[in-house]
């Protein structure tokens, strides 16, 4: 790497860090990165290894996310309980119903309509909420037919990078999903949507827990050193839960009550 020192110095400036705090940031002693940026002829003069490479580009990646995006504090409501991801150890945060009515053209509560928005904390302020509350945040286990519609989904995510696309992903390829909301919880990310049940499916009132793909990595290869890295792909994790409060695993489109037989007909009418 050309000018090793200038590279850590920018990096410490983009990110707000002195020597201290970037060590803790990497994970690493404060003597480690004065070592790094003694002068080019010092006998203690330390090169960065690939692997911290790495983990600098990832914090200056994941500062300038963090800039576009608002993360807000998730909370768990100890009644309410949390949903538990027995794959990777963890819980998730409480889902929050707020409910109240829509702003009108005068910036007044309408109170002739009603509206629910949801969020994973119980603080409007915290919460991106952009209808006037009427009533406290409810802590829900379950969405309930009569009182909330669509589909939520609360997934966590294996670092800011897969948070960002995730949400981008979800504005560009379900026009009508609600802006997706990101948190921190416990060291994790995680994200909320919510969206109107699909025309076509069979069941409304749906919320969708899930957990990012955990890669494995198989060797100590890095890909600003030129080589690749090479992955192995682990079984990522979902749990549905139904209007009644219990896992679904149910049909969720018609075609999942179809027979064979009757989807290779409608295949053929198809074409």
């Given amino acids: 790497m050309e000018n090793q020192q200038a590279f850590i110095r920018d990096a410490m400036g983009q990110l707000g860090m002195n020597r201290r705090v970037f060590a803790e940031k990497l994970g690493i002693s404060k003597r480690a990165v004065d070592t790094w940026l003694l002068p080019d002829d010092s006998k203690g003069l330390r090169k960065l290894v690939p692997e911290m490479q790495i983990k600098i580009y990832d914090a200056l990646r994941e500062a300038s996310i963090g800039k576009r995006r608002n993360i807000n504090e998730a ?44 969020s994973l904390s119980p603080d409007p302020s915290n919460s991106k909420i952009t209808i006037f509350v009427e009533d406290k945040p409810r802590p829900i286990r379950h969405l309930e037919k009569g009182i909330d519609t669509g589909w939520l989904f609360v997934n966590e995510h294996v670092n800011l990078d897969a948070a960002d696309g995730y949400m981008r992903g979800k504005s560009e390829v379900d026009p009508e999903t609600n802006t997706s909301w990101l948190y921190k919880f416990e060291g994790r990310l995680i994200t909320l949507s919510h969206m109107p049940k699909p025309a076509e499916a069979v069941m409304d009132c749906l919320i969708f827990y899930s957990s990012d793909f955990y890669p494995a ?55």
């Fill in 75 to 118: 909370k768990v409501n100890k009644k309410a309980g949390a949903v538990f991801c027995d794959m990777f150890n963890f819980r998730f945060p409480t889902i929050y119903r707020f409910s109240g009515h829509y702003y009108g053209l005068d910036v007044k509560p309408d109170l002739e309509t009603s509206a629910v928005q949801y």
């Fill in 217 to 271: 990595m198989l060797t100590t290869n890095f890909p600003c050193v030129t080589n690749q890295v090479t992955f192995e792909s682990v079984n990522g994790w979902e749990l549905v839960i139904g209007p009644d409060g219990k896992e679904y695993s149910g049909p969720l489109y018609p075609e999942d009550l179809m027979t064979l037989e009757e989807l290779a007909a409608r295949a053929k009418v198809k074409k």
